[in-house]
């Protein structure tokens, strides 16, 4: 079946592409949740008006993004944990705590945009990596301090 896409979509392609996909990928993910339209020939002058419009929503995104990374530059979080012997936590520090941290800092970023290879189990200070929208990241000044 032969769609247009409204969203880039990984592994598939960008925004106002029209790609070959299969039947049933199309009608049961791509269709309902609003990724794709249906192509046709009348949709074919449809293209070009979305396209327009796509590419206008990312410059407006990528601005958004821009003024987001430059404001995280001078953001430090500061989280307390408990330790025990060696300096070692107990437990973790997670993209999730970053997240509620960052929150309460006033951003809002989803913590499945905190890039940590692993948890942070010590204390110290860690730069942590934040995925933006439009391939923008930024980095944040993580400090792990003893409770």
């Known amino acids: 079946m032969k769609v247009i896409l409204q969203k880039d979509i990984q592994n598939l392609g960008d925004a106002g592409d029209v790609k070959e996909v299969a039947n049933g990928y199309a009608r049961n993910y791509l269709l309902p949740q609003k990724l794709v339209i249906a192509y046709s020939e009348a949709s074919k002058a449809a293209i070009e008006h979305q396209k327009h419009l796509i590419k206008v929503k990312k410059e407006k995104r990528k601005k958004v993004s821009e003024k987001t990374a430059d404001a995280l530059k001078t953001v430090e979080i500061k989280i307390t944990a408990k330790v025990g012997e060696d300096e070692k936590l107990f437990g973790s520090i997670t993209s999730m705590d970053i997240a509620k941290k960052?929150?309460?800092?006033?951003?809002?970023?989803?913590?499945?945009?905190?890039?940590?290879?692993?948890?942070?189990?010590?204390?110290?200070?860690?730069?942590?990596?934040?995925?933006?929208?439009?391939?923008?990241?930024?980095?944040?000044?993580?400090v792990v301090e003893k409770e």
Request: charged share 40%; hydrophobic share 45%; no cysteine.
């Open 102 to 142: 960052l929150k309460d800092a006033g951003f809002e970023i989803d913590k499945r945009k905190i890039v940590l290879e692993d948890a942070i189990r010590h204390l110290g200070e860690f730069n942590v990596e934040i995925k933006l929208e439009e391939g923008l990241t930024a980095a944040v000044k993580v």
